[in-house]
């Protein structure tokens, strides 16, 4: 099974931008359907954005709707997440997860059915 590695994270304004990267071990990438999910302190973890295996579809979470992207580069083994316009309420732990899954368009958002997960990159967002 593969293994993930967050980078990317950081400090940055309210309305700027940062691009989270998920660096996977392993030859079998494109055989994962890939998710972001957020935990700011002293909440329940949050889904971001998720996107298929192989088909290009996607979802995300209705707070980054339209400022977060989520993009893949199988040959890489590497997700991205996309950050724009960030607001305060970004703040968070950022982490991505891996899901084996047979069909190669479907997006899962659920947390609960990854199994694998990244130790998290800090997110925050200042005034």
């Known amino acids: 099974q593969v293994q993930l590695v967050e980078s990317g994270g950081g400090l940055v304004q309210a309305g700027g931008s940062l691009r989270l990267s998920c660096a996977a071990s392993g030859r079998t990438f494109s055989s994962y359907a890939m998710g972001w999910f957020r935990q700011a302190p002293g909440k329940e973890r949050e889904f971001v954005a998720a996107?298929?295996?192989?088909?290009?579809?996607?979802a995300a979470g209705d707070s980054v709707k339209g400022r977060f992207t989520i993009s893949r580069n199988n040959a890489k083994n590497t997700v991205y997440l996309q950050m724009n316009s960030l607001k305060l309420e970004d703040t968070a732990v950022y982490y991505c997860a891996a899901e084996p899954e047979l069909n190669p368009g479907r997006v899962v958002t659920d947390e609960y059915e990854y199994d694998i997960w990244g130790q998290g990159t800090h997110v925050t967002v200042s005034s």
């Open positions: 996107i298929s295996r192989t088909d290009g579809n996607t």
